[in-house]
Structure formats: C-alpha cells, structure tokens
C-alpha cells in the first residue's frame, strides 16, 4: 500500500471565509500515484472547518451568514469568550468537523459535480492554516 502524506499552508484574509482547496488536494492524489483508495483531508486546528459543498459566491454567502447566526460571535453567553474572544469559532469548527474522506477511484478524487472541498476559517486573518491531505491505496 501506498501512502503520501502532504502538509498545504495557506493563508487567510477574513474572520470568515471559505477557501477552496479542491485543485490542490486532486494534484497530492495524482502526486501519490494511488489508484485506488481513499484521501483524507484533515485540518489540525480548534477554530476551522472542512466541509465539500458547491462553489458558488452566492452560496458560499449564505453558508457564512448561516454559520454567523448559528455560532454567535462576540455573545457574552460564551464562557470562552471571558478568556479568548472566539468561542463560536470552537464551536463551529466542534459541530462542523475538521476533516474529509473522500474516495480515490481510478486516480480520481470521487465527489459530486457540486462538491468542492473548502477550508472554512472562523478565527481569521491567520497568516498561516494548515491542512494535512494523507492518500493512502494501491
Ligand atoms: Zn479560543
């Protein structure tokens, strides 16, 4: 079985925004060589997501409105805000995930014609996220 391992550094502008990933994570699956298996994408931080969804300007709008009015920030409600103002950050990086498998078929990354995969940032600007994409097949 093969494995490969890489590490994307990317950097962010906004307390919020959605960055899509998707070209990057296909050209480590074809660095890898694997034809069959799955890829991971994972990111290593409390306060950002990974999500697959369509990469509309509109929609990747509303699914920053919505995550604004799901998580509240600046609510003097969030204990964690008393010490660090991004609690809402935690909690939408918490309940939305922080990582992705996909599928590797034939030397393709399987996923929707409407399924881009984006690093969502909560806690921005940070000049530097990481996210980790580990493939691993034959
Ligand atoms: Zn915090």
């Given at each position: 079985m093969k494995i490969l391992t890489r590490e994307l550094k990317i950097s962010t502008s906004s307390r919020f925004q959605l960055i899509d990933i998707t070209e990057s994570v296909e050209k480590i699956v074809e660095e890898s060589g694997v034809r069959n298996g799955l890829v991971l994408v994972f990111a290593p931080h409390a306060t950002a997501s990974i999500v697959l969804n369509e990469h509309e300007s509109g929609l990747m709008e509303d699914m920053i409105q919505k995550l604004v009015e799901f998580t509240e920030?600046?609510?003097?409600?969030?204990?964690?805000n008393a010490i660090d103002d991004n609690a809402h950050a935690h909690l939408g990086s918490a309940f939305f995930g922080q990582e992705r498998v996909l599928p590797v078929v034939d030397g393709r990354v399987v996923r929707g014609t409407w399924q881009n995969i984006f690093l969502v940032e909560?806690?921005?600007?940070?000049?530097s996220r990481s996210v980790i994409v580990t493939v691993m097949g034959e």
């Open positions: 920030p600046g609510s003097s409600k969030w204990r964690h909560m806690d921005g600007p940070r000049r």
